[in-house]
């Protein structure tokens, strides 16, 4: 089966009692307890819980790296402790028998990452695709660290190879057009930010992103047919209103742009870009009457 098919969690559910079987056979349990890593929801972090405190190490890794992936809450100490046990079994295998499998030093950034230690996160991603640069995730995570950093180029190249490892895959995309979007090059943005839409038709949040790289290039007309349709499907979003008043002042549309500025703030009050929007747009309207 394909784990993907799995994103709805509730076609999981009849699994979970051969996850829990014991008898049952282990190739099997690890394979759903791969499933349940690839879905989400409560009922997914309940099996994943389980399978972390089993004695089978292949169990108990598996589950252990999704849970310090989706980050453990203080009062899940049962986790807390099995996801620890996991990252120390990692971290003596990188230095042992297994110091050549580029898989655990990623486990091992994924666990480093989620506990906020982003050095040794970088480090053994950059370990493990020194190993093998055929580890998209493990190339998604190192860029995302290095655009943390601002460090647009090398982050950058992490995308772009993920990119062609994953041709199927609107999130490298989104993530390169995000990142040129934030460092101040909009115009290097749009082509990854369409691809990844072509991809993947319903992710609002690339449909905005690549509004406001549109408003940011000056493409007015698609990004004002783009944002119309986006505060219809975000009514509370006052970025969203923000930029609909960007797009209205560079299509020439001065008091459609007035009123988007005012229900950005209306939403949020402290909204600087807004403000100041709409303190420029008064001061030339007011500039332009005889």
């Known amino acids: 089966m394909i784990l993907a098919q799995y994103e709805d969690p509730s076609l999981l559910l009849p699994l979970l009692p051969a996850l829990q079987d ?25 099996a994943l819980l389980y399978a ?24 899940d100490r049962v986790a807390s402790r099995a996801i620890q046990e996991v990252a120390k079994e990692y971290e003596e295998q990188v230095q042992g028998v297994r110091a050549d499998v580029p898989e655990d030093h990623e486990h091992l950034g994924d666990i480093y990452q989620a506990r906020g230690e982003k050095d040794k996160a970088m480090e053994r991603y950059r370990f493990a695709l020194k ?11 190192l860029g995302t660290l290095y655009a943390e950093r601002r460090q647009v180029d090398q982050a950058a190249e992490c995308f772009r190879a993920a990119a062609a490892l994953l041709p ?32 993947d038709p319903g992710h609002a949040e690339t449909r905005f992103v690549l509004a406001v790289a549109w408003v940011e290039t000056r ?16 009514p509370r979003n006052p970025m969203a209103r923000y930029y609909l008043g960007r797009a209205y002042e560079g299509t020439g549309n001065a008091a459609q742009a007035e009123e988007a500025y005012r229900k950005a703030l209306v939403m949020a009050p402290t909204l600087t870009e807004a403000r100041r929007a709409l303190s420029d747009l008064l001061a030339r309207s007011s500039g332009q009457r005889p």
Do not use: C
């Open 22 to 46: 014991p008898k049952e056979d282990l190739l099997i349990r690890l394979w759903l307890t791969s499933a349940f890593a690839s879905a989400s929801g409560p009922m997914t972090e309940q």
């Open 52 to 75: 972390v405190t089993r004695p089978e190490r292949s169990l108990r890794r598996t589950a252990g790296v999704e849970l310090a992936r989706r980050g453990v809450r203080p009062e």
């Open 131 to 141: 190993l093998n640069a055929d580890l998209p995730r493990a190339q998604i995570s």
């Open 168 to 199: 199927g895959s609107p999130v490298p995309l989104f993530d390169l057009g995000s990142l040129y979007l934030q460092a101040g090059r909009p115009a290097e943005a749009v082509p990854h930010l369409q691809r990844a839409l072509e991809i």
């Open 219 to 234: 493409q007015f007309k698609p990004a004002l047919e783009a944002l119309q349709r986006i505060v219809v499907d975000r």
